[in-house]
């Protein structure tokens, strides 16, 4: 056998499939959550045991995205402009949610309306000119033609608010909108956060704003959006409690629906730990419950609508308990994903019913909308151009990280040192189950010089890993020291790396290349036309069901690799107290994490990958190819790589 085709060479040749394993674990794990919060849910028999799941829900939430932003900043308000028309006014209105931190807006207030009004905060979904398209200025108007003021807001990413404008070059550097939500979003999971802290946050300080206009009832504001803006609108509906009613837009489903679609999703639609504690889109609802709740969903959407009328109807009971049973519904066009006109008029009906009192269908022959241009907030269409102060995620997150590190520096390195350990072990452990490792040693080939041994073995239940173990021929019958080598592609990528492999063999050691969980050998069917490693590729799907568990697969990964030293202790001819790790590449990073915690790991010899983590949060750009393998949420609030360089 060659190199060449000893790197084809997989299990799956030796009538073992492993290619829908890693799947299959996290489906399966996701399903026992899953029915976990049913079960909770189920239980909920009254107002008083609704209130008090609604307040654990709440709690949780809001710790497990990071927690809130401080409120206490001025808003600092200016008015830039103002559209005046027969039936309404639009204000173009710029305020500051956190100090920095730029939001544009429009407020349509309607024409003779002489004392204060129900409003509706407008949140918009993924369009790149957010606020002002064509679409959402639809809704909007239909909103203000039943007599509420609408407050339509851009979110982070888009419309005026591009955070990677780069105001020299005059264009964006990342993406706007999901690439942009990624990018950043990857960041804050370093230090514990998830990006949907910041959109709520602004959102929550929109409803501050409006809450100041005379125009304006303050305690009768509700909040609406599709898409992104469903999404939002769903994070305010857990989040702030000042909401009177909601029709969340083409996002309610159910998480388990969503994710046999096999899609990824975007990062703020991505919350940590939640579904460990049976959180689902039920909960989304129920926690206005009995507030008035109107679920505006697409027959036609990728958003599963099998998933939308199972939760919707789910959860109405919790509305019945209060009496209050017309106060929740479905609204279902047959249409693809978008907030088409017949949900625009039903959101109407809804709001000017439960806010107003009284039923209001709009004309929309009479309603018309403007060049987004007009509706711009800044002469140069960017938010960035023109406030030199402007901040976005980056910055926040990196400012952040700048007071925890400031805080781990005033620890003792050996006490920082003792609390990293434990806190990794606990990341580490904390899912997995002990399982016998029952190992196939299924093949021993002689490829140039060396005897090459594979085997496969449980890394833990429903997951092998599998390895390629090379010995110099002429060290048959001899106890050897062992090397654990972890580089990108594991098995598949041999001849990169064969030079290292004999220098290591030549020197009378014995060299493991491992395939941890997902790679190599064992990396699964693609579930995308996107490779396995890429922006929302299958490893980054994957991972965010893990990240919903409270678990990541660098966390597994890192338990594969200490794995591989239980198995090292039955391979025969290896010196079980003689274990080291070479580490390559993004997947090198598995072993140097292990060796902090895995006492048989002598050492470990770094030939090149990830100086540290802080480099993927204080740096504005970064290696963004395949990122979501190497986080495990809040390590930098314990430690960084450089923190234990000394083990090597």
């Known amino acids: 056998m060659t190199i060449q085709e000893l790197e084809k060479f997989s299990p799956a040749l030796w009538n073992y499939d492993m290619k829908d394993q890693l799947k299959n674990h996290i489906y399966s794990r996701s399903k026992v959550a899953f029915e976990y919060g049913d079960r909770n849910r189920d239980l909920i028999k009254d107002l008083q045991a609704l209130k008090k799941y609604q307040d654990f829900i709440r709690k949780k939430f809001i710790e497990n995205i990071g927690g809130l932003p401080d409120s206490n900043t001025p808003l600092n308000p200016e008015i830039t402009g103002k559209i005046k028309e027969k039936d309404i006014t639009i204000e173009k209105i710029i305020f500051q949610s956190r100090p920095g931190v730029y939001i544009t807006s429009n407020l349509y207030i309607p024409e003779n309306i002489d004392k204060p009004v129900p409003a509706i905060l407008f949140l918009s979904g993924h369009h790149e000119q957010a606020r002002h398209c064509a679409e959402y200025q639809f809704v909007c108007r239909c909103l203000s033609q039943a007599g509420l003021v609408v407050f339509a807001i851009d979110p982070i990413g888009q419309g005026e608010r591009k955070s990677y404008y780069e105001a020299i070059s005059g264009r964006t550097t990342i993406n706007w909108g999901c690439p942009e939500h990624d990018y950043a979003g990857s960041q804050t999971l370093f230090i514990g956060d998830a990006i949907a802290r910041y959109f709520v946050h602004d959102a929550m300080r929109a409803i501050d704003y409006m809450r100041t206009r005379k125009e304006i009832v303050p305690d009768k504001i509700g909040v609406t959006g599709n898409s992104g803006g469903g999404t939002q609108s769903s994070l305010m509906m857990v989040c702030d409690d000042r909401i009177s009613a909601a029709a969340p837009g083409t996002f309610i489903m159910s998480r388990e629906s ?25 909960d989304i609802l129920l926690m206005m419950a009995p507030k008035p709740v109107l679920v505006l969903a697409v027959s036609y959407d990728f958003f599963p609508i099998e998933g939308t009328r199972k939760t919707v109807e789910r959860v109405k009971r919790f509305w019945e308990i209060a009496g209050k049973q017309s106060f929740i519904d479905l609204y279902e066009d047959r249409c693809t994903h978008m907030y088409s006109a017949p949900l625009a008029i039903a959101a109407t009906e809804f709001f000017s019913l439960y806010l107003s009192g009284k039923k209001i269908t709009p004309d929309v022959s009479k309603i018309s909308t403007v060049d987004p241009s007009m509706l711009l907030c800044t002469k140069t269409g960017q938010i960035k151009a023109e406030k030199k102060d402007s901040i976005a995620v980056y910055e926040e997150n990196l400012e952040k990280y700048k007071k925890i590190k400031k805080g781990l520096s005033l620890i003792p390195l050996k006490q920082r040192k003792q609390k990293a350990r434990q806190w990794l072990k606990q990341k580490v452990f904390s899912n997995r189950k002990n399982y016998p490792l029952n190992p196939r040693f299924y093949l021993v080939e002689p490829v140039e010089e060396f005897d ?3 085997c496969f073995w449980w890394s833990q239940e429903g997951i092998f890993n599998n390895a390629f173990l090379f010995r110099n021929c002429t060290m048959k019958n001899k106890q050897l020291p062992v090397v654990i080598a972890l580089w990108d592609d594991g098995t598949n990528s041999i001849q990169n790396h064969i030079d290292w492999i004999r220098s290591q063999c030549n020197s009378k050691k014995a060299v493991m290349v491992l395939d941890v ?5 064992i990396s699964p069917n693609p579930i995308s036309a996107r490779t396995n490693e890429e922006y929302l590729g299958t490893i980054h799907k994957f991972n965010d069901d893990l990240l919903w568990l409270d678990d990541s697969i660098a966390a597994m990964r890192v338990y594969d690799v200490i794995r591989a030293c239980d198995m090292i202790e039955q391979w ?6 003689n274990i080291s790790c070479y580490a ?3 997947a090198g990073l598995y072993g140097r994490l292990s060796a902090i915690i895995e006492p048989r790991i002598k050492n470990v010899f770094v030939a090149d990958g990830i100086r540290s983590f802080s480099e993927f949060v204080e740096n504005r750009y970064y290696d963004k190819y395949n990122v979501r393998s190497i986080i495990i949420p809040k390590i930098l609030r314990y430690f960084d790589l450089t923190d234990f360089e000394g083990k090597r």
């Not at 969503?258 to 039920?282: L, T």
């Not at 969980?517 to 050998?521: D, N, Y």
């Open 258 to 282: 969503y994710m046999f679609s096999g899609g990824a999703q975007d990062a703020e639609q991505i919350w940590p730990g939640m579904s460990a504690v049976g959180f689902d889109h039920e």
């Open 517 to 521: 969980s997902g790679t190599g050998s």
């Open 572 to 577: 025969q001819g290896l010196d079980k107290k």
């Open 452 to 454: 090459v041994e594979m």
């Open 584 to 586: 390559s590449g993004k």
